[in-house]
Nanobody, 123 residues
Framework: QVQLVESGGGLVQAGGSLRLSCAAS????????MGWFRQAPGKEREFVAA????????YYTDSVKGRFTMSRDNAKGTVYLQMNSLKPEDTGVYYC????????????????WGQGTQVTVSS
């Protein structure tokens, strides 16, 4: 069982930056691929980024490439999402998710989810 707790959300102006964190409890964190998803008001939850268990491979949705960076610290059991050059369309609740071994970009591929953290980007 893995429990995930996100933090770091908030209100920021367009062009600003935020760093989200997701702390995982439970054993064998280093065997889990991790993902970030987001849900804007009135929209379905969408994939944002994913990272392999060893942190060597990352994947991003096209709209955040070059602006967002996902990383992990397996010793601390934490993953991060550094978000730069934020845009109003990045607004939403950001969720951290975990699945064992291989990365994925679909919601149904992940077994464990955090409660989410709100990110609001004002224009």
């Amino acid at each position: 069982q893995v429990q995930l707790v996100e933090s770091g959300g908030g209100l920021v102006q367009a062009g600003g930056s935020l760093r989200l964190s997701c702390a995982a409890s439970g054993h064998t964190f280093s065997t889990y691929a991790m993902g970030w998803f987001r849900q804007a008001p009135g929209k379905e939850r969408e994939f944002v980024a994913a990272i392999s268990p060893n942190g060597l491979r990352t994947y991003y949705t096209d709209s955040v490439k070059g602006r967002f960076t996902m990383s992990r610290d397996n010793a601390k059991g934490t993953v991060y999402l550094q978000m730069n050059s934020l845009k109003p369309e990045d607004t939403g609740v950001y969720y951290c998710a975990a699945r064992q071994y291989s990365t994925g970009s679909r919601e149904g591929e992940y077994n464990y989810w955090g409660q989410g953290t709100q990110v609001t980007v004002s224009s």
